[in-house]
């Protein structure tokens, strides 16, 4: 037996990966060789190579897709953002601020359930039913006090006792949150119905922003 006859199916598919153009020096072999398929009979190698090509082709449409749809959302966030950083501008009290703050997350940032929490009254806010005022040393405030602590973001399902604080009676309505810690100012909750709107590593880029904004657009009627 010759030491070609003693290859094996794995030395020479070594050797094949090794020497990638071999059969371009005889394609008559190339086309006689077939590649089974998954379901069906068996393809030539052309042929499997056309659909392997195809299937590549169809993936990459599709994440193209998927990246042009993602660019296209966070455009029309850095606009929403940059809408309510310029609306907070124009405030001239902090009661408008925050005023302005729930509509946007509202209607801009389409939130089922807005809710803030300030640590310290804002004088015009008496009856507002989405704002609550908390004394900063509160213990119903022990939830929050790490994410207070480093002021990240945090999005996802929260604690039934973070629920509890933010949404009151209608925490029951509330499916998954995007919570803005405002550390030595308060809390921003938006609350959606749908578990899966805000979700454990989304991107938080934009909430930081506007927390930002918001922060320094309250400290301009500190005081």
């Given at each position: 037996?010759?030491?070609?006859?003693?290859?094996?199916?794995?030395?020479?598919?070594?050797?094949?990966?090794?020497?990638?153009?071999?059969?371009?020096?005889?394609?008559?072999?190339?086309?006689?060789?077939?590649?089974?398929?998954?379901?069906?009979?068996?393809?030539?190698?052309?042929?499997?190579?056309?659909?392997?090509?195809?299937?590549?082709?169809?993936?990459?449409?599709?994440?193209?897709?998927?990246?042009?749809?993602?660019?296209?959302?966070?455009?029309?966030?850095?606009?929403?953002?940059?809408?309510?950083?310029?609306?907070?501008?124009?405030?001239?009290?902090?009661?408008?601020?925050?005023?302005?703050?729930a509509a946007s997350l509202e209607e801009?940032?389409?939130?089922?359930?807005?809710?803030?929490?300030?640590?310290?009254?804002?004088?015009?806010?008496?009856?507002?039913?989405?704002?609550?005022?908390?004394?900063?040393g509160s213990a119903s405030l022990a939830?929050?006090?790490?994410?207070?602590?480093?002021?990240?973001?945090?999005?996802?399902?929260?604690?039934?006792?973070?629920?509890?604080?933010?949404?009151?009676?209608?925490?029951?309505?509330?499916?998954?949150?995007?919570?803005?810690?405002?550390?030595?100012?308060?809390?921003?909750?938006?609350?959606?119905?749908?578990?899966?709107?805000?979700?454990?590593?989304?991107?938080?880029?934009?909430?930081?922003?506007?927390?930002?904004?918001?922060?320094?657009?309250?400290?301009?009627?500190?005081?």
């Amino acid at each position: 037996m010759s030491d070609i006859e003693k290859l094996g199916a794995h030395e020479v598919a070594a050797w094949l990966r090794r020497h990638p153009t071999f059969l371009r020096q005889f394609p008559d072999l190339a086309l006689s060789l077939v590649v089974p398929r998954d379901e069906g009979p068996t393809a030539s190698l052309a042929s499997y190579q056309l659909d392997v090509l195809r299937d590549k082709n169809r993936e990459l449409s599709k994440r193209l897709n998927e990246l042009f749809a993602n660019a296209q959302e966070n455009e029309r966030l850095v606009v929403r953002t940059h809408q309510l950083t310029l609306a907070l501008l124009k405030q001239n009290s902090a009661a408008d601020t925050l005023r302005a703050t729930a509509a946007s997350l509202e209607e801009d940032f389409n939130g089922d359930l807005v809710r803030i929490v300030s640590f310290k009254p804002v004088p015009g806010l008496e009856e507002a039913a989405w704002l609550q005022v908390v004394e900063p040393g509160s213990a119903s405030l022990a939830p929050f006090r790490d994410c207070l602590a480093d002021g990240e973001p945090l999005c996802g399902r929260l604690q039934p006792e973070k629920n509890a604080l933010l949404y009151g009676a209608r925490a029951g309505e509330v499916a998954s949150s995007a919570l803005l810690p405002l550390p030595g100012i308060g809390l921003v909750a938006v609350g959606s119905r749908d578990g899966n709107r805000f979700y454990p590593g989304m991107g938080t880029l934009f909430l930081r922003m506007m927390g930002e904004a918001l922060a320094t657009a309250l400290r301009r009627f500190d005081g």
